[in-house]
C-alpha cells in the first residue's frame, strides 16, 4: 500500500538550533503537506506543496516538493521551544477526494 | 469560523457498549474526513465523504465501524460493540478550496 517514510522519528535540539526532517515515498503525490500537532490536539497545516521542486516558505518554516514528487523536506529555522510538538508529512492525491497519506511523524523537543 | 467541531472530547466505555463520535464540518466545505490516530498505526484514513455520500470506506477496519452524513454540517463515526483495541484518538476533518482542517479529535478508551 501507500506509505511515507518520514524521518528522523524524534529530535532533541537546542532552542535557536535548526532542524530538518524529510519523507519519501514509493508513490507520487499531486500534492505534499506538512501538519504540526500539538498535544490534545487535532494537525495543523504549515505548509503546502504543489508543483515538483517548489520551494515554500512560512516564518521560519522552509518546505521544498522533490522533483521525483516522491520526496519533501520541511527546515525549521532558529527554532524556538513552541516547536515543540509532533511534525507529520503527507501525501495527497486529487482523484481521491484529497484524501491523505500520513507519515509517521517526527516529535521534536527544543531545549531552552 | 469555529472550525471543525468534535464530540465529545474524551469518552471512557467499557468493551461491548456502542459508542457515537460526532462531527460537525467547516461550512461550505464539500468533503468530510474521518482519521484514527494510534501510536502502532500512526494517522489513518478511515472513511470519507463528498457532499454528504460516502465515498471510500476501505479504511473502516470492521463492520463493527459505521459512519453517516445526514446533512452537511452533521457526521457520525458509530462503533457497535467496542473493543479495547478500538481505543485511539478520532479525528474528524473537512476539506474545502483545496485545504483539509483538523478537529481537535475525540480521545476515545474502551476499558
Known amino acids: 500500500g501507500q506509505q511515507l517514510n518520514q524521518s528522523p522519528q524524534s529530535m532533541f535540539i537546542q532552542e535557536g538550533e535548526d532542524v530538518s526532517m524529510n519523507c519519501t515515498s514509493s508513490?507520487?503525490?499531486?500534492?505534499w503537506l506538512w501538519y504540526k500537532q500539538d498535544p490534545g490536539e487535532g494537525p495543523v497545516l504549515l505548509i503546502a506543496l504543489y508543483k515538483a521542486g517548489e520551494l515554500t516558505s512560512n516564518g521560519r518554516l522552509t518546505a521544498q516538493f522533490g522533483i521525483t514528487r516522491k520526496d519533501s523536506f520541511l527546515n525549521i529555522s532558529a527554532s524556538i521551544p513552541s516547536d515543540v510538538g509532533i511534525y507529520f508529512c503527507?501525501?495527497?492525491?486529487?482523484?481521491?477526494?484529497?484524501?491523505?497519506?500520513f507519515g509517521q511523524g517526527t516529535e521534536l523537543s527544543v531545549k531552552p | 469560523d469555529a472550525g471543525v467541531i468534535q464530540s465529545p472530547r474524551h469518552e471512557v466505555t467499557e468493551m461491548g457498549q456502542e459508542v457515537t463520535l460526532r462531527c460537525k464540518p467547516i461550512s461550505g466545505h464539500d468533503y468530510l474526513f474521518w482519521y484514527r490516530q494510534t501510536m502502532m498505526r500512526g494517522l489513518e484514513l478511515l472513511i470519507y465523504f463528498n457532499n454528504n455520500v460516502p465515498i471510500d470506506d476501505s479504511g473502516m477496519p470492521e463492520d463493527r465501524f459505521s459512519a453517516k452524513m445526514p446533512n452537511a454540517s452533521f457526521s457520525t463515526l458509530k462503533i457497535q460493540p467496542s473493543e479495547p483495541r478500538d481505543s485511539a484518538v478520532y479525528f474528524c476533518?473537512?476539506?474545502?478550496?483545496?485545504?483539509?482542517?483538523f478537529g481537535p479529535g475525540t480521545r476515545l478508551t474502551v476499558l
Open positions: 503527507a501525501g495527497q492525491f486529487y482523484n481521491q477526494g484529497g484524501k491523505l497519506i
Open positions: 476533518a473537512s476539506r474545502g478550496e483545496g485545504r483539509t482542517f
Open positions: 508513490s507520487i503525490f499531486n500534492t
